[in-house]
């Protein structure tokens, strides 16, 4: 049990020197930016990938679940690295720039937005295409005014869930990060390697509370799109 006298040392300078800090702002808005982004564009590309695996007949269908699910297979290092040789070869001119940190977490979390997505197309049944087309609709028009819609519990958690990983992703990124595209989970690990831990500490807090209200925000979200667990 603290004493009185550790009680009264206590302080908030901690706080108040990461709010300071120099590249924090910019790293939230980095993390933010990229779990956002990331997150909208694994559900929109597994949503595809799902129709076509789920509701087709296509010869090799099974190929393509099987390559989205792939990088589940390799831990976040290792995909970040592969990521860098292949963009350091090809003369894209992404090394370097936020880009290239987007492509590694679409790469990374994409088959978790396919787990999300396949759950909720295996509940749509067939008949519902087929009237759309009798009724001389086309594939786009239903799958975005009746696909989509009715995958929307499974899309709106997937997106929940890939925001809330990929702003504490690091494994990836701390191989692919330069000045200027810094992330939280970055920032952390350059406090812990200069040794500022009272700082890494509360900044720590803050992280925790942070994604605290996030999931609260994520529940009252999701039960507006009829999402019972999240």
């Known amino acids: 049990v603290p004493s009185m006298e550790a009680l009264s040392r206590l302080t908030l300078d901690p706080?108040?020197?990461i709010i300071a800090y120099?590249?924090?702002?910019?790293?939230?808005?980095?993390?933010?930016?990229l779990a956002v982004a990331s997150a909208t564009i694994i559900m929109l590309v597994t949503a595809v990938i799902c129709w076509i695996v789920v509701k087709t007949r296509l010869p090799g269908r099974w190929l393509l679940d099987?390559?989205?699910?792939l990088p589940m297979v390799f831990p976040g290092i290792v995909l970040g690295l592969a990521i860098m040789i292949?963009?350091?070869t090809i003369p894209a001119g992404i090394y370097g720039t936020i880009w290239i940190m987007l492509i590694a977490y679409v790469t990374r979390?994409?088959?978790y937005g396919l787990r999300y997505n396949t759950t909720s197309m295996l509940q749509i049944h067939k008949e519902l295409e087929e009237s759309a087309a009798m009724s001389g609709a086309s594939w786009t028009t239903t799958f975005w005014r009746i696909i989509l819609p009715l995958l929307k519990p499974g899309l709106v958690a997937g997106w929940i869930y890939i925001v809330i990983?990929?702003?504490?992703?690091?494994?990836?990124?701390?191989?692919l990060y330069s000045p200027g595209t810094e992330v939280v989970s970055i920032v952390i690990w350059e406090l812990w390697e200069n040794g500022q831990y009272v700082e890494l500490s509360a900044l720590g807090v803050?992280?925790?509370?942070?994604?605290?209200?996030?999931?609260l925000a994520a529940q009252w979200l999701g039960r507006q799109f009829g999402i019972r667990e999240l």
Request: charged content about 10%; aromatic content about 14%.
């Open 86 to 88: 292949l963009y350091l």
């Open 22 to 33: 120099p590249n924090l702002l910019r790293a939230v808005w980095n993390s933010l930016l």
């Open 66 to 69: 099987n390559f989205a699910s």
């Open 165 to 175: 990983v990929s702003i504490r992703e690091l494994s990836s990124s701390i191989l």
């Open 15 to 17: 706080y108040r020197t």
């Open 206 to 215: 803050m992280l925790i509370l942070a994604l605290f209200v996030l999931v």
């Open 109 to 111: 979390f994409m088959p």
